[in-house]
């Protein structure tokens, strides 16, 4: 489950820290008042390609952090089945996007690039999805 995300520098986001309470959780607000640049950023921690338009202008670089319930039974095989120690409660992970065109992934401040396990999923309004027997819905 995501405990709270953290997003610095990223589009027109200056700053902002939103925690998450077990159940549902809704996005709400104007039009034009930053729900779709969180999901942005949740993606693109969770995988999504990095492009270095996204940075706030005039900063040096992007940060996206969030920190995850890893007491989950599927998220405890993959972390032990990519060398991740997880006897942790929590999983914190990290992505810069650096105004030069580099950037980085870490969990708990360390760099991991050949071992980045997903703890979650984003889909939009037009992703398709598939049902357990794999059927498109």
């Known amino acids: 489950m ?8 990223y589009a027109v986001i200056d700053n902002i820290a939103v925690e998450f309470a077990p159940g549902l959780n809704l996005l709400t607000g104007e039009t034009g008042a930053g729900k779709s ?33 890893a007491d989950i039974p599927a ?8 060398g991740i120690d997880s006897d942790d409660e929590q999983l914190i992970l ?11 992934k870490s969990r708990l401040g360390k760099d991991r690039r050949g071992c980045y396990p997903t703890p979650g999923e984003v889909y939009g309004e037009g992703t398709p999805r598939r049902t357990r027997r794999g059927a498109r819905r």
Do not use: C, P, Y
């Not at 995501?2 to 520098?9: D, G, W």
């Not at 969770?46 to 040096?60: E, P, V, W």
């Not at 670089?61 to 995850?68: Q, R």
């Open 75 to 82: 998220l405890q095989a993959v972390l032990e089945n990519n």
């Open 2 to 9: 995501l405990l709270e995300l953290r997003v610095e520098n």
């Open 94 to 104: 990290r992505r810069e996007i650096a105004a030069g065109g580099k950037g980085r």
């Open 37 to 69: 640049i969180l999901i942005d950023a949740l993606a693109l921690l969770l995988g999504d390609k990095a492009s270095t338009d996204a940075i706030r202008h005039g900063a040096d670089k992007a940060v996206v952090s969030a920190v995850f319930d």
